[in-house]
Each structure stands twice: as structure tokens, then as C-alpha cells.
């Protein structure tokens, strides 16, 4: 029997804490789902991580959320489609196990689960009228504080997945009286019934979770600012006292019958049998047959924010509770601490922190409440694969891919002292990605050895060096550079224009490419993003570091440069190209404040998506402009205050929308009069020859090429397109250079072109570049990055499948897009289905405030 706290994230530029407390009955709780999270599951798998085991999104029974915010919830929709589509998957399987693969499964509705048929809502509610304590067992349960519910109802305007159900409960929670103590999902909880002769025993023991809400007003930083009131949710976890290890030894030398009778006493209860060999009635009570045991274990996460939050804490009856648990045999073994460096290291905050006594332990992740203190912390991104990746590339060409920037330190996730005003210093842990603290079994109780190595050494970008240069990819490079008489290190440094990509993935979350997203820079130095997938400005943050030059301050050039984030272009609904506008809208927020909002194109469900979003985090309110996309299928007439803003701002001249097939609601955007002049771009889409006419002439077409030739019926199926036909429309158009993006996640490799697209390409001479994380153009610099591409090959000479690159790509194969679908007239017909297309939860939700 082993429990666990896993540190997933930690505070630095592209991430927020996350931590995942596995139960001694091996049901899993997520606390805080930000950014990136599910990239930090798949980073378990890597090789650097395999001492304590890979993790998967599927095994969370439980997610609990300190906060409203996307530090806290940025990630949850993107999970909750994961979770869904696995949950879909093995229902499906299971039915073809039974011999019911003929069943006809409602697309629409996902699985036919056993049990009670639910009470669907087809009208696009996220609510069911289902209670939690009702016969029907949640999937997912989330716990948070007041403002969860509202953020899960805003998501059906773009998630929909039915028969899917999440139990919501809100502020103050405790799972016993729910009858949620033993776990969080279905699964969980029928395993428990099957062991209906042990019901307390080891192997059901879980975690009871007790939620502790603490209400706090934001106030602004500004007089005229508005205050907003908030609520941080902390949670204690507990078990009931721990049985010691069953000695089958002694049972077989007291006679004592194999079969149920082990699992009574391993219950803690005594059983009676006849001897035998004197066959008369014995019987054996469970301290005969157990190892000593131990108390409950206990666990505290807790967010506290500031002075106010901390006031309440050391208030709540809860926490003195939980302090003095001895009378329940509890031993609160560690505390968890999300809270700013600058009140962790308060004498107020220390004293309090060793009023819990020396047999509890400190982890700290300090959280950053703001860009300052992200920078400061000066973490490493814990996507580890990600910027290996980089790096590898960087040494192909280091202007077209920046060497990203690494904090060596020997310094590792061990045991350290915080200072604090006099006194004898606390003893604390400090928390870092993948580390693991163990709490049973208790002979092995604290942090694992083997995670506590640091994420990058400086050893690193010497070994990945000397790989590259033995697949050939650097000789190659510098062949290429010469052959090119490239300029591109004399090039005019007054001209700050760029295309720096955020994410080049498709839908799925993979640890190699992060999910859409685009920065184009102008000429005066503000920019547009094009798409906004999650992670994308943590990914923006990663990609300034590695660029800016010594004489640049770190801070001030980060302020600069999220101020001059002047517009976003949303190209469709779908999650993966928009959920990073949680983070633009609230970086921003902090820093322009209601002076210079975001101009936000987009379509209408989006918009509606963010008028009820603001109710959950009001901070953002007044920091934008919404634009329907329907509103620019013309251009915008020069005197339309959209378009003089954008001429301001950006210098943009036009900006047309062409309405593209994918789902309802597509775009593609022809934008003239950038540092690229005329650029047009696909968004998600089968081949448009709309969308050719549009942007013919086009200095610069960046089209998604999901599926590489050969796969044209899938990319019929969901509506996207291959490397062929994203050629084909470039040849339509008449561009003059191609970035291909958007890939299928299964691969990190370059799709190959065949003989026909590269005779056709030759004829033309029209650079094809393949777009990766963190690649920065500039408009003389298409050319060479195409040319590259034979030394970028080298890299990835395997066609192999990265199959622990995501649990849910082989999920969302089967899962298969139907509809019927007009470009010209966005008329829908057919059911709703798909690759995290729109989805429908079936929710219970319950606010105990």
C-alpha cells in the first residue's frame, strides 16, 4: 500500500503549482489545473522520470481548485475533454468485449454507460437536475470556490460531451458527508463494491477531503480601480488510521482458513473457525495477524494569497482541527504552501507555520501573483521535452530557432531553510516539478531521492549538441547557410517585424508541440496574435528570454512587449486555439488596466464565452473589444473604429474573414499592411478555394496541414487538411512562401513532401517552411528556414510513432467527425461529434456556501 504527493508544475514563466495527492486506494487528486497541466502528466513518461512511474490524465478521480483564475482553471477544459474521450473509449471497448459492437452508440451522446440512463439536457445547458448523492456516480468530481460552477456553465458555448458527468460542489466541502471518502469516480467506487467482505480494508482506504473557503476582497491598485470579492479555498486530507501489514506467516501457523477470513482481520476484525487439527471453535483477533500500525495520515494544501486570507486561516476551526488530530490518531504529516515569497517569509507566517510542530513537514511552491515574481522565481520550464527539442534545433540554425535560455543551479528539491524576523528558521522543502513525497509506507515517509534531480544540467546542451552534429544536421546547416548567402545576420535591427510561433500541435496535448498560437510583429514594435491556444503567452514569455539582449531589462521588456499586444484573431470555437486568452486577457488586465484594451476578433459563441467569463474573474472586465467575425467577411470600411484602431495600433490596412469548413463558426483572416505585407491564414479548414481567391498574392500563407499525404480520407473525416492540399492552395493563392503548422500531435517529425509537391515546389520556387515551437521569422528568412529543412530532418529520422506522446490520440481517431457541412452557407446538418469539437458535461452541481 503507497501514498503519494506529486509536484507536477511549479511557479515560472509558462506554468502554476499543480499537485497530485495519490490515495493509499490509488484514487488520484489534482489540486489546480492551470496551463500546460496535462503537458506535465505526459512529461512523467519521459526518461528522465521513470523512477517513480508515468501518469495519465484518465487516473484523476478529483480535481480541487483553490482559486478563479486561469492559474487555477486555464488547463480544466482541456482536461475534462481527456478525461471524457478516455471514459468514451473504454466504454466502447467494453461494449465490443461484450459482444454488443453492433450497439449503436448516439455520437452525440457518447457512451452507453450501466446504470440509470441520464437525464441528458440537449439545449446546451451544462446543469443536470441529478443530486450528489444520487444513484448515478460522477466521472469527474471538482471542487472549488464560489465562481466554479459559473466558469463550467460558460464552457458550453464551446465543449460539449454528454453522458460524461461531473459532480460540482462549491466553498465548503466534505466528501464523508457526501459519501465521496474513498474516491472520486465510478470506477473507483465500483472496485469498492466488489470488495463488499473488506470494506475497510487497506486497500480502500482513501482520502477524506474537507474543504476550507476563506472570503477576501481584491482591491485595485488604482484609486478609481474596482475592488471584487474573491474566495481561496485551502483543503486538509485525511485518513483513517492505517492498518498494519497483514503477516500471512503467523495466519498460517494459527491455522487460520485462507479466503474471507484474511480479509476480515485484515478489516480489523476477529474471526471464528474450527481447528483443524483439534477441531474445536478458535478464535483469532487481528492485532495476532498485524504488524503494528499507524496513525491516519494528513495532508493540508494551502492557498493563501495574502495577510487577509492568512487572518482567516489561522482562525478557521478547521485548521485547529487538523492541528490537533492526535484524538483521531491523524498525524498531519506535511503542509503544502501556495503562497508569495513575501508572505511565506513574514515572521507573522513563519510562527504560524511552526505552531504545527516539528513532526510536520513544509513543502512551498510559491505562487506569482504576478509577472514580477515569475520573473524572479526564475524557474525552468518543467516541459523538459519541449526545450530539449529547442535546443536541438537551435543548433541548426540558432537565429531561425533562439537557444532557449536554462537557469543552472545545483541547488535540488531537498531540504533548505526559509529565513524569517529571528527565531530559529523553519525547515522546508522546496517543491519542483515531477518531485515526489512519499507518506506511506512510513518507513519511506519524505521525499524521494530520485526526483529530486534538477530538470536541466549543464551538461545538457553538450550532450544534445554532439547528437545533432552525429546525425549530420549541422554540417548540413552551415552547407545550406552558405549555398543561401543568407543575410539574415545583417539584417536591419531597426526592423523589429517577426513571426514567432507559440504552438504548431493540433488539438490533442503532446509533450513535443504545444497547441496553436502565433505572435506577428510589426514594424512599430506592437503585434497580433493569430489563434491563442492555451499556454500560449507562457510560451511567448520562454521566447522573448531567449531573444532579448543584455542591455534589455528582463521585466520592462515583458510589460513592453504584453502592452503591445494590440489585437488576437480567434479562427474557430475549438479549445485548442483559444483557451489561452484566460491568461492574455488577465496579463494584460494587470498591466494596461481599462486604458488600452485588446481588440479580440472573433466568433460570436467566443464572445459570449467571455461577456459570462468576466462574472467568474471581473478583473478582466472593460480590458477588451470583442469583434464578430461575421462582421469582417467584407473588410472593414476605413472610417469603421475597428479598422482605425487596427491602422493605429498595427498598421494593418484590411482585415477579411473568409468563412472556412471545419465547424460552424470557421474562419480564415487575410490580413494586409503587416511587417509580412499580405498574410493569410487558414485557421482549421479543409482546402478553400474561397479562401485562395481572398488572399491571392499573398506574401506569406500559413495554412494548417494536419495530415500528411496519404491520409486524405481522415482529413475529410475532421475537416482539416494534409501537406498536399495545404499546397495546393498556396499554389491557388499564388503566394509567394508557405509555413506549413498545425500537425498532427502522434509525431514530432517533418512530414514529408512527395514527388509531386516537390517538383511543383521546385518549379515555383516557393519556399515551404515547417513551422515548430518557438521558430522566429523574419519576411527575409522564409526562404532560408525552407531550406533547412532536409538538416531539420536529421533530427527526426525515425517515422515511428511517439506513443507516449498522449493517451487520447488513439481515443480521439475513433471518435469521428459527422458533419454535413457548407462552406458558402454555414449550415449545419448531422450530429455533433469530434475531435474535442463542441461539447456537452452532464453536471450535478451543489453550492454549499
Not at 466553498?171 to 473507483?188: F, H, V
Not at 474537507?210 to 485518513?239: E, H, L, N
Not at 543551479?409 to 529565513?419: F, L, P, R, W
Not at 522573448?544 to 513592453?560: A, F, G, K
Request: hydrophobic letters at 35%; charged letters at 20%.
Amino acid at each position: 500500500m503507497t501514498s503519494s504527493i506529486r509536484i507536477l508544475t511549479a511557479s515560472c514563466l509558462d506554468s502554476n503549482p499543480s499537485v497530485l495527492l495519490v490515495s493509499p486506494n490509488g484514487s488520484k487528486t489534482l489540486i489546480n489545473c492551470g496551463e500546460g497541466c496535462q503537458r506535465s502528466f505526459l512529461e512523467s513518461s519521459s526518461p528522465a522520470n521513470t523512477n517513480v512511474g508515468a501518469l495519465r490524465v484518465s487516473s484523476v478521480n478529483r480535481i480541487c481548485l483553490t482559486h478563479t483564475g486561469h492559474d487555477a482553471f486555464g488547463g480544466l477544459p482541456g482536461m475534462i475533454l481527456t478525461t471524457a474521450d478516455v471514459a468514451e473509449s473504454a466504454a466502447k471497448n467494453f461494449q465490443q468485449s461484450q459482444g454488443n459492437g453492433g450497439v449503436n452508440m448516439e455520437r452525440s451522446g457518447g457512451s452507453n454507460r450501466e446504470g440509470p440512463q441520464k437525464n441528458l439536457k440537449r439545449s446546451g445547458s451544462l446543469i443536470s437536475d441529478d443530486g450528489p448523492n444520487s444513484e448515478i456516480m460522477p466521472d469527474l468530481e471538482i471542487v472549488g470556490p464560489v465562481g466554479t460552477k459559473a466558469f463550467l456553465h460558460s464552457l458550453r458555448h464551446f465543449m460539449r460531451r454528454d453522458r460524461f458527468t461531473v459532480h460540482v460542489y462549491e466553498s465548503r466541502y466534505d466528501s464523508s458527508a457526501c459519501g465521496n471518502s474513498s474516491s472520486g469516480n465510478a470506477t473507483s467506487k465500483k472496485k469498492a463494491k466488489k470488495s463488499k467482505s473488506a470494506p475497510s480494508s487497506n486497500d480502500d482506504i482513501g482520502f477524506n477531503v474537507k474543504s476550507i473557503p476563506i472570503d477576501y476582497v481584491i482591491r485595485g491598485a488604482r484609486d478609481d480601480s474596482p475592488s471584487f470579492a474573491k474566495q481561496a479555498v485551502s483543503y486538509s486530507f485525511t485518513t483513517p488510521p492505517i492498518p498494519g501489514k497483514f503477516l500471512i506467516e503467523k495466519a498460517t501457523a494459527l491455522r487460520i482458513p485462507r479466503g474471507p477470513m484474511y480479509a476480515e482481520l485484515k478489516a480489523g476484525k476477529s474471526v471464528t473457525f474450527t481447528d483443524p487439527e483439534t477441531n474445536e471453535n478458535r478464535t483469532v483477533r487481528p492485532e495476532e495477524v498485524l504488524a503494528e500500525g499507524s496513525g491516519g495520515i494528513g495532508v493540508v494544501v494551502l492557498y493563501c494569497p495574502n495577510e487577509e486570507v492568512l487572518s482567516g486561516l489561522q482562525k478557521s476551526d478547521l485548521m485547529h482541527f487538523t492541528r490537533n488530530d492526535a484524538k483521531d490518531n491523524i498525524e498531519l504529516d506535511v503542509i503544502v504552501h501556495l503562497t508569495p515569497k513575501t508572505l511565506f517569509d513574514t515572521n507573522v507566517y513563519q510562527t504560524w507555520c511552526k505552531s504545527f510542530g516539528t513532526g510536520t513537514e513544509h513543502i512551498v511552491l510559491h505562487v506569482a501573483d504576478t509577472l514580477e515574481d515569475r520573473v524572479v522565481d526564475r524557474g525552468n520550464s518543467p516541459f523538459v521535452s519541449a526545450i530539449r527539442g529547442a535546443i536541438r534545433r537551435s543548433y541548426v540554425n540558432n537565429e531561425l530557432f533562439p537557444m532557449p535560455t536554462l537557469e543552472f543551479s545545483k541547488e535540488e528539491a531537498s531540504t533548505q531553510n526559509e529565513g524569517s524576523d529571528g527565531g530559529e528558521s523553519l525547515q522546508t522543502i522546496k517543491g519542483c516539478p515531477m518531485m515526489e513525497y512519499v507518506l506511506l509506507p512510513r518507513s519511506r515517509r519524505g521525499v524521494n531521492a530520485l526526483t529530486t534531480n534538477p530538470l536541466y544540467t549543464d551538461n545538457d546542451c553538450d550532450e544534445l549538441k554532439e547528437q545533432v552534429s552525429k546525425s549530420g544536421a549541422i554540417d548540413l546547416s552551415q552547407k545550406v547557410v552558405e549555398a543561401h548567402g543568407s543575410t539574415i545576420n545583417n539584417v536591419d535591427t531597426s526592423d523589429v517585424g517577426e513571426l514567432i510561433f507559440t504552438g504548431t500541435g493540433s488539438a490533442i496535448p503532446c509533450k513535443h508541440r504545444n497547441v496553436t498560437g502565433m505572435y506577428l510583429r510589426m514594424h512599430n514594435g506592437n503585434s497580433i496574435l493569430l489563434d491563442v491556444g492555451e499556454g500560449t503567452v507562457g510560451q511567448l514569455l520562454q521566447s522573448w528570454r531567449s531573444t532579448l539582449v543584455p542591455t534589455q531589462t528582463l521585466i520592462d521588456e515583458y510589460r513592453s512587449r504584453i502592452r503591445g499586444i494590440k489585437a488576437a484573431w480567434i479562427s474557430h470555437p475549438h479549445a485548442d486555439h483559444h483557451l489561452g486568452l484566460l491568461r492574455l486577457l488577465s496579463e494584460r488586465s494587470s498591466i494596461c488596466g481599462h486604458d488600452d484594451p485588446l481588440v479580440i476578433m472573433a466568433p460570436s459563441n467566443m464572445i459570449d464565452f467571455l461577456s459570462e467569463y468576466q462574472s467568474v474573474v471581473p478583473e478582466i472586465g472593460r480590458s477588451y473589444i470583442a469583434v464578430d467575425c461575421r462582421e469582417m467577411r467584407n473588410g472593414f470600411q476605413s472610417d469603421h473604429p475597428i479598422a482605425m484602431k487596427l491602422f493605429h495600433d498595427l498598421g494593418i490596412t484590411q482585415g477579411t474573414s473568409v468563412p472556412v469548413a471545419h465547424c460552424p463558426n470557421s474562419f480564415a483572416i487575410v490580413l494586409d499592411g503587416t511587417s509580412f505585407g499580405r498574410v493569410a491564414y487558414s485557421g482549421d479548414c479543409r482546402p478553400s478555394t474561397r479562401f485562395a481567391t481572398a488572399g491571392h498574392g499573398a506574401d506569406l500563407l500559413i495554412h494548417e496541414a494536419t495530415f500528411e499525404d496519404g491520409m486524405e480520407e481522415e482529413a475529410v473525416l475532421k475537416r482539416h487538411s494534409t501537406v498536399g492540399e495545404a499546397i495546393d492552395i498556396a499554389v491557388a493563392m499564388n503566394a509567394k512562401a508557405l509555413v506549413l503548422t498545425h500537425f498532427s500531435q502522434r509525431y514530432p517529425k517533418i512530414p514529408p513532401l512527395n514527388k509531386k509537391e516537390r517538383d511543383e515546389h521546385s518549379l515555383r520556387c516557393m519556399p515551404i517552411a515547417f513551422a515548430f515551437d518557438f521558430m522566429r521569422l523574419r519576411r527575409d528568412s522564409v526562404s532560408l528556414a525552407s531550406k533547412l529543412t532536409p538538416a531539420l530532418r536529421l533530427l527526426y529520422p525515425s517515422d515511428e510513432i511517439d506513443d507516449d506522446t498522449h493517451e487520447g490520440w488513439n481515443v480521439r481517431r475513433w471518435i469521428g467527425m459527422q458533419w454535413s457541412y457548407s462552406e458558402e452557407s454555414h449550415v449545419r446538418s448531422g450530429n455533433v461529434c469530434g475531435e474535442g469539437y463542441i461539447i456537452i458535461m452532464t453536471l450535478v452541481v451543489v453550492s454549499t456556501n
